[in-house]
T-cell receptor, first 116, second 114 residues
Framework: GAGVSQSPSNKVTEKGKDVELRCDPI?????LYWYRQSLGQGLEFLIY????????KSGLPSDRFSAERTGGSVSTLTIQRTQQEDSAVYLC??????????????FGEGSWLTVV | GENVEQHPSTLSVQEGDSAVIKCTYS??????FPWYKQELGKRPQLIID?????GEKKDQRIAVTLNKTAKHFSLHITETQPEDSAVYFC?????????????FGKGTLLTVNP
């Protein structure tokens, strides 16, 4: 597609429920990232994929968070047993990884998650 | 890992004035420094970037400078306009290493008053 696509754009869920957030990166981009942005806050790194593997999961805040990527394309971020502090915008981004001098990452519009 | 500090957290200027946002980074191996602009409710979008083999880059009213020795870089916006009002994020990336990950500063809320 023309840009990074994320779904759902908005999700309201009850505390304790599981949620899945989907990201469809720009076609041909080998790298995929998940960031989290709480209200009025910065961009918190969650996880990075190169192809289908995740060499860096260091940002996942707890074992309730997991992510996978299949076919070198679509990625799903899953949050189990959601808590109110999980409420945030979850931003997906993608990029090529063909330059040692830096690769521009492009963000999706985000999935706005509210846990009530 | 990389740590990026960004200042100020808020900045208010009059239309036509200049705005400067400063960032420092900790990893001397970082070699790519982009700046993103995020309007309210929108996605962050790249406005300018600089690589460590240059010290300055300019694009119309926007410029970025990099001091590798001091490990800091700055965004300069001249002749500010109300549409420049947004949150600006700096970031650093060690793309030559094994971990292709952008580390972001906490953002600067820029308000341009007409």
């Amino acid at each position: 597609g023309a840009g990074v696509s994320q779904s759902p754009s908005n999700k309201v869920t009850e505390k304790g429920k599981d949620v899945e957030l989907r990201c469809d990166p720009i076609s041909g981009h080998t790298a995929l990232y998940w960031y989290r942005q709480s209200l009025g806050q910065g961009l918190e790194f969650l996880i990075y994929f190169q192809g289908n593997s995740a060499p860096d999961k260091s940002g996942l805040p707890s074992d309730r968070f997991s992510a996978e990527r299949t076919g070198g394309s679509v990625s799903t971020l899953t949050i189990q047993r959601t808590q109110q502090e999980d409420s945030a915008v979850y931003l997906c981004a993608s990029s090529y990884q063909d330059s040692p001098w830096g690769n521009t990452i492009y963000f999706g519009e985000g999935s706005w998650l509210t846990v009530v | 890992g990389e740590n990026v500090e960004q200042h100020p957290s808020t900045l208010s200027v009059q239309e036509g004035d200049s705005a400067v946002i400063k960032c420092t980074y900790s990893d001397s191996a970082s070699n790519y420094f982009p700046w993103y602009k995020q309007e309210l409710g929108k996605r962050p979008q790249l406005i300018i970037d600089i690589r460590s083999n240059v010290g300055e880059k300019k694009d119309q009213r926007i410029a970025v400078t990099l001091n590798k020795t001091a490990k800091h870089f700055s965004l300069h916006i001249t002749e500010t306009q109300p549409e420049d009002s947004a949150v600006y994020f700096c970031a650093a990336d060690n793309s030559g290493g094994s971990n292709y990950k952008l580390t972001f500063g906490k953002g600067t809320l820029l308000t341009v008053n007409p």
